[in-house]
Protein backbone atom coordinates (compact mmCIF):
# COMPACT_ATOMS: atom_id res chain seq x y z
CA UNK A 1 0.00 0.00 0.00
CA UNK A 2 1.46 3.22 -0.61
CA UNK A 3 0.59 6.97 -0.29
CA UNK A 4 -0.06 9.22 2.76
CA UNK A 5 -2.77 7.90 5.39
CA UNK A 6 -5.71 10.40 5.56
CA UNK A 7 -4.97 11.35 9.44
CA UNK A 8 -1.39 12.70 8.03
CA UNK A 9 -3.44 15.10 5.30
CA UNK A 10 -6.05 16.27 7.73
CA UNK A 11 -4.27 19.04 9.45
CA UNK A 12 -2.90 20.31 5.79
CA UNK A 13 -6.81 20.56 5.05
CA UNK A 14 -7.56 22.40 8.28
CA UNK A 15 -3.94 24.69 7.28
CA UNK A 16 -4.91 25.35 3.73
CA UNK A 17 -8.18 26.70 4.81
CA UNK A 18 -6.22 29.30 7.22
CA UNK A 19 -5.83 32.51 5.57
CA UNK A 20 -2.34 33.12 4.76
CA UNK A 21 -1.20 36.04 6.89
CA UNK A 22 -2.35 33.81 10.08
CA UNK A 23 -0.19 30.75 8.57
CA UNK A 24 2.63 33.41 8.22
CA UNK A 25 2.42 34.95 11.51
CA UNK A 26 2.37 32.06 13.43
CA UNK A 27 5.49 30.49 11.65
CA UNK A 28 7.30 34.22 12.42
CA UNK A 29 6.00 34.64 15.78
CA UNK A 30 7.59 32.10 17.37
CA UNK A 31 10.84 29.56 17.94
CA UNK A 32 10.23 26.60 16.14
CA UNK A 33 10.76 23.15 16.91
CA UNK A 34 12.14 20.65 13.96
CA UNK A 35 8.74 18.63 13.77
CA UNK A 36 6.98 22.06 13.30
CA UNK A 37 9.60 23.08 10.52
CA UNK A 38 9.21 19.56 8.83
CA UNK A 39 5.00 20.48 9.19
CA UNK A 40 5.24 24.42 7.57
CA UNK A 41 8.15 22.52 4.66
CA UNK A 42 5.61 19.70 4.16
CA UNK A 43 2.61 22.23 4.58
CA UNK A 44 4.33 24.65 1.68
CA UNK A 45 5.07 22.00 -1.15
CA UNK A 46 1.82 20.17 -0.83
CA UNK A 47 -0.30 20.25 -3.91
CA UNK A 48 -3.03 22.37 -2.02
CA UNK A 49 -1.01 24.84 -1.34
CA UNK A 50 0.57 25.33 -4.39
CA UNK A 51 -3.06 25.07 -6.15
CA UNK A 52 -4.08 27.36 -4.46
CA UNK A 53 -2.16 30.56 -5.72
CA UNK A 54 -0.61 31.37 -2.19
CA UNK A 55 1.58 34.65 -1.35
CA UNK A 56 5.12 34.08 -1.26
CA UNK A 57 6.34 32.44 1.63
CA UNK A 58 8.44 35.63 3.75
CA UNK A 59 12.30 35.47 3.16
CA UNK A 60 12.98 34.92 6.61
CA UNK A 61 10.97 32.05 7.06
CA UNK A 62 11.86 30.77 3.91
CA UNK A 63 15.66 30.98 4.80
CA UNK A 64 14.70 29.09 7.74
CA UNK A 65 12.89 26.29 6.28
CA UNK A 66 16.06 25.64 3.75
CA UNK A 67 18.35 25.72 6.28
CA UNK A 68 16.36 23.23 8.15
CA UNK A 69 15.70 20.81 4.98
CA UNK A 70 18.85 21.33 3.70
CA UNK A 71 20.41 19.94 7.07
CA UNK A 72 17.88 17.36 8.57
CA UNK A 73 15.27 16.68 5.51
CA UNK A 74 14.87 13.74 3.68
CA UNK A 75 15.83 13.14 0.22
CA UNK A 76 12.26 13.62 -0.55
CA UNK A 77 11.94 16.50 1.06
CA UNK A 78 14.74 17.93 -0.16
CA UNK A 79 13.65 17.46 -3.95
CA UNK A 80 10.34 19.15 -2.75
CA UNK A 81 12.21 22.41 -1.26
CA UNK A 82 14.23 22.98 -4.57
CA UNK A 83 11.38 22.20 -6.63
CA UNK A 84 9.09 24.50 -4.77
CA UNK A 85 10.03 27.34 -2.07
CA UNK A 86 13.99 26.99 -2.43
CA UNK A 87 14.02 27.06 -5.81
CA UNK A 88 16.42 29.68 -7.45
CA UNK A 89 14.74 33.09 -7.95
CA UNK A 90 15.23 34.76 -10.81
CA UNK A 91 13.28 38.59 -10.63
Do not use: C
Not at 12 to 32: C, G, K
Not at 47 to 58: C, F, K, N, T
Not at 67 to 85: I, L, S
Amino acid sequence: MGGTPWYELAPERMLVAEPTESIFNALTSASLTPSQLDGAAELFTSLEWIGSQRADIPESLRSVLIAHVTATGTDPMKFRMRHGYGAERTE
